[in-house]
């Protein structure tokens, strides 16, 4: 099983960027894949979530800006982000887990690193 998070880089405040989190040895029709994130000095903190059914949700702080969405054929999920803030600035991670997304998932990405700065 492998989880490959992309997309990260160097971005200006107020822009976008997409992550990918593509799944190998897993379906994602039996898996949910979350997204998390830690900032400097912070802890891990989850952002949004695919499950399985099709469901998503996200958690408020980023709720409006943040969105995610998944293309099966290619079982990768996506996290589209808009109007990013410094406080954006993180290690963006994607993780797998049948029992729906947790901190305590079974597979991770190893982390893509985004920058919201002028």
């Known amino acids: 099983v492998q989880l490959q998070a992309s997309g990260g880089g160097l971005v200006q405040p107020g822009g976008s960027l997409t992550l990918s989190c593509a799944a190998s040895?897993?379906?994602?029709?039996?898996?949910?894949i979350g997204w998390f994130r830690r900032a400097p000095g912070k802890e891990r903190e989850g952002l949004s979530c695919f499950l399985p059914t099709g469901q998503t949700y996200s958690v408020d702080s980023v709720k409006g800006r943040f969105t995610v969405s998944r293309n099966s054929a290619d079982n990768i999920v996506y996290l589209q982000m808009n109007n990013l803030k410094s406080e954006d600035t993180a290690i963006y991670y994607c993780?797998?887990?049948?029992?729906?997304?947790?901190?305590?998932?079974?597979?991770w990405g190893k982390g893509t690193q985004v920058t919201v700065s002028s």
């Open positions: 040895g897993i379906s994602l029709d039996a898996y949910a």
């Open positions: 993780a797998g887990d049948h029992r729906g997304c947790t901190p305590e998932a079974r597979y």
